[in-house]
Every structure is written in C-alpha cells, then in structure tokens.
C-alpha cells in the first residue's frame, strides 16, 4: 500500500508552514505518523534552526523530506540502519503531508488569506483542490475551513485519507 501524499499549496507568505505545523501538531496528537516533504531551491541548508523543514520537526513530523531537481535530503527518526528500508524513505508514515508542489498532480489543499498582498487564489479551476483555507468570502466547490479550524481540517483528512 502506498502513503497517501496531500499537497498544502498556496501564495507566498500564505500561511503554509504555520498551517502545516499545526495540523502535524494536530493529527501527530491523534496517534498518527505523519511525514512532511517540503520543495525546495538548490543551495539549501538542510534543518537550521528556524528553517521550515526544522519547524515541520518541531511540529511532531517525524520524518522530513526536502527535494530540488538535483538533491534530496531526508532527517527522520529512526535508529535502524536498514538502507534497504530507507531507500523507501517515507514508506511507514501513515500520510505524507507536502509544503509545496503545486503543478504536481495531487490532492491539494489550499490555503489564501485576505491580508496578503494577492488578489486571487491559485487552484479555484484544479481539479485536485480538495479543501480551502481561508478567511476570505472566496467559496469552491470544496469544504472550506477557517485559518485556525485544524480540528475540522484534521477531521477531514482523518475521514478522507487515513480511515480505511
């Protein structure tokens, strides 16, 4: 069986890391392992303090991927030494919950707040939006959920990707 891969998209300075951290937060609390792959630039440097893929770790992920066109990176805990397991990287997690990616083809999830300096959305017309963050009156034909309703969003992905 493969991880389930959600996509947490939007703008810049749109929220998505604080999102993340708090469904981690969120969904680790429910007994869940959750995996997080951020997309990043080259020249990266992998887990400094302050740096998303540190504050998705803080969060409670217990594993952290970070891809570029030429490079991965993983930190994840585990004391086995299994390179035949590794090679698998996030194969144990329950989902994998990706910063990012948004031209990929996945399940997304959108996160747009009226105090950013866009105007519109990114994924309105995608047909792998599956649910909407906002504060804004923008309404999809998706569940939509508040800036601070982790509860609700956790419960939507719990009932949607994570219940047999």
Same mark, same amino acid.
């Given at each position: 069986?493969?991880?389930?891969?959600? *996509?947490?998209?939007?703008?810049? +300075?749109? $929220?998505?890391t604080?999102?993340?951290?708090?469904?981690?937060? #969120?969904?680790?609390?429910?007994?869940?392992?959750i995996?997080?792959?951020?997309? *990043?630039?080259?020249?990266?440097?992998?887990?400094?303090? $302050?740096?998303?893929?540190?504050?998705?770790?803080?969060? $409670?992920?217990k594993?952290?991927?970070?891809?570029t066109?030429?490079?991965v990176?993983?930190?994840?805990?585990?004391n086995?030494?299994?390179?035949? =397991?590794?090679?698998?990287?996030?194969?144990?997690?329950?989902?994998?919950?990706a910063? $990012?990616?948004?031209?990929?083809?996945?399940? =997304?999830?959108?996160?747009?707040?009226?105090?950013?300096? #866009?105007?519109?959305?990114?994924?309105?017309?995608?047909? +792998?939006?599956? *649910?909407f963050?906002t504060?804004s009156?923008?309404?999809?034909?998706?569940p939509?959920?508040?800036?601070?309703?982790?509860?609700?969003?956790?419960?939507?992905?719990?009932?949607?990707?994570?219940?047999?």
């Open positions: 069986m493969t991880t389930k891969i959600i *996509a947490i998209v939007g703008k810049s +300075n749109s $929220g998505k604080t999102l993340l951290e708090k469904l981690i937060a #969120h969904l680790t609390q429910r007994g869940y392992k995996g997080t792959v951020k997309h *990043a630039h080259d020249g990266f440097e992998m887990d400094k303090e $302050g740096k998303d893929s540190w504050r998705h770790r803080q969060a $409670g992920a594993a952290t991927l970070v891809i066109k030429t490079k990176a993983m930190v994840k805990d585990d086995t030494e299994d390179i035949e =397991k590794m090679s698998a990287y996030l194969w144990d997690m329950d989902i994998i919950l910063e $990012g990616f948004k031209r990929q083809d996945l399940p =997304k999830i959108e996160i747009f707040r009226t105090q950013s300096s #866009h105007k519109n959305p990114l994924c309105m017309a995608d047909e +792998n939006l599956i *649910a963050v504060d009156n923008h309404m999809p034909d998706v939509v959920f508040g800036l601070e309703d982790i509860k609700g969003l956790s419960d939507f992905i719990e009932q949607n990707f994570l219940k047999s």
